[in-house]
């Protein structure tokens, strides 16, 4: 909780897998382990409750789910590193949690990893570009097996832990030298984020289904109130050119007016690629090709590059999704250059339809662009589709317990790639990072409903070792889990049968 969204102390990143496993080698194995996963549970329901928009019923639940696995490589260092010399016992820990952690986060994405926590560490950030995000955390776990092992070896020899650091001096030499020797950049293009809070269109829904008012808090897009909202919305669509609904479809017109009215604005002020957040435009499916048609017109006018992010209602459907999450690219000529849909609606709380998850390239006079959608970017091998893009579009939507700590997970995205992410987002802070990692600028969320986002960014990424050799840590990880503990196995047969 304190390396996470809430507090947001990076150190305690190191600092917790170093107590925990101090504690378990200490312990009794499975009195050790359960303390263990009782300790994370405690840590993620009150994580949750500040964080988490799901009842607390939900997060009650969910905590042992995430607990016992996550604790899984404490319990088979606790039975195995007596084992093995100080040294394989050092490598088998972050080993074993490194594997875990990637086969976890392809389902539950990379959120909460033990790196997420190192969004600050700039220099750190850097080995993201050789070994991806979980090169980062296996060299947070090796340190604390590390340290562990040292702190409770009765044999204090340097060769238990010289490897380690001699790692980790390179690996934060490497940042340094990466981050501070980079050339001046000379080729920029302006671009703009563009969000805006949709609470006229939600409190109009509310007001023609139950007919009442109601007014949502600015300052929380996950307020009860939203909840009321969120149940109004499929009885809307249940027929929505019943004319009690006029207020509400006024209000979505004129919504979109105001998104290409302020993307005008942007585009005389010089911005070349113009990008709105997340779903920023509900509209219905039988009005998204009138619309689209209308923003050709304004990429043409303006001769800009304009990336409308839409929540398509799809018709009614009691079992079936609410809408289609997409973001389409449109050039200066007004052609559609990329119609991509999330790949990775959010369990439990986006009800869009899946995309195929193919993640597009387009070149142009300003480099390479190419799309995503918010939590698409949480998954990193979906995202090394976006390997030799110059500028990464990724429209997002956040909520208060999350922000700036989701947006800001994105940097290891633009560092592993070597792309600009120029991400605007509702409720939420919007970034945009260079292809180093360097925030070029933020904005925050929670001050008013209309919130513009604009910086000179690179029309040139970088190559990384990365975009050729992946998350070959990650095999190497399981590769050296497979070897060691085959080898404990063995010899413990061989001592039983001597």
């Known amino acids: 909780m304190l390396s996470g969204p809430v507090f947001r102390i990076d150190l305690t990143g190191w600092l917790i897998p170093i107590g925990i496993l101090y504690f378990t080698r200490s312990s009794h194995p499975l009195k050790g382990y359960l303390w263990a996963v009782l300790f994370m549970m405690i840590i993620s329901v009150i994580g949750g409750l500040f964080t988490s928009p799901l009842p607390i019923v939900a997060i009650i639940i969910s905590a042992p789910i995430a607990a016992f696995p996550e604790m899984v490589p404490y319990l088979i260092d606790r039975f195995m590193h007596r084992r093995l010399s100080p040294l394989l016992a050092s490598i088998l820990f972050p080993a074993v949690a490194v594997s875990l952690e990637y086969m976890m986060s392809t389902i539950f994405s990379s959120i909460g990893i033990l790196a997420s926590t190192q969004t600050h560490f700039v220099e750190m950030i850097q080995w993201a570009s050789v070994a991806g995000v979980y090169g980062i955390s296996f060299i947070m776990y090796w340190t604390a097996s590390t340290l562990v092992g040292w702190m409770l070896s009765e044999e204090d020899s340097p060769l238990n832990y010289k490897p380690w650091l001699i790692t980790i001096l390179m690996i934060l030499l490497f940042g340094a030298i990466r981050i501070n020797t980079t050339s001046e950049i000379k080729d920029t293009v302006k671009v703009a984020g563009i969000a805006v809070e949709e609470f006229s269109i939600w409190e109009a829904v509310y007001q023609n289904v139950y007919g009442e008012e109601i007014e949502i808090n600015v300052h929380n897009a996950n307020s009860p109130e939203m909840g009321k909202i969120l149940a109004a919305i499929p009885e809307y669509l249940k027929d929505p050119e019943n004319e009690k609904y006029e207020q509400t479809n006024l209000a979505l017109k004129d919504f979109g007016d105001q998104l290409l009215s302020l993307s005008a604005n942007e585009a005389d002020a010089g911005s070349r690629i113009i990008v709105w957040s997340e779903t920023n435009l509900p509209i219905l499916q039988k009005d998204e090709s009138g619309f689209i048609l209308k923003a050709q017109e304004l990429a043409v006018e303006k001769e800009v590059f304009l990336s409308i992010s839409m929540g398509v209602f799809l018709p009614y459907n009691e079992s079936g999704p609410m809408y289609e999450n997409k973001a389409i690219l449109i050039s200066p000529e007004g052609k559609v250059l990329d119609n991509y849909e999330k790949a990775k609606p959010v369990p439990f709380m986006d009800s869009s339809l899946p995309g195929d998850g193919i993640i597009a390239k387009v070149e142009t006079d300003y480099g390479i662009l190419t799309q995503a959608i918010c939590y698409d970017a949480d998954f990193p091998p979906l995202m090394a589709q976006a390997s030799g893009a110059d500028i990464l579009l990724l429209p997002a939507n956040d909520w208060l317990g999350i922000s700036p700590y989701h947006g800001d997970n994105s940097v290891f995205r633009a560092v592993e790639n070597g792309v600009s992410i120029v991400r605007p987002t509702g409720s ?28 000179y960014v690179p029309i040139n990424g970088c190559s990384t070792i990365f975009s050729f050799i992946g998350n070959l840590i990650v095999w190497i990880s399981m590769m050296c889990t497979a070897v060691l503990i085959t080898m404990v196995i063995i010899n413990y047969f061989k001592s039983r049968s001597s």
Do not use: C, H
Request: proline letters at 4%; glycine letters at 8%; a neutral charge.
């Open 428 to 455: 939420g802070q919007s970034v945009i990072f260079d292809p180093y990692g360097r925030a070029l600028s933020r904005v925050e969320a929670f001050d008013k409903e209309v919130r513009i986002i604009n910086a």
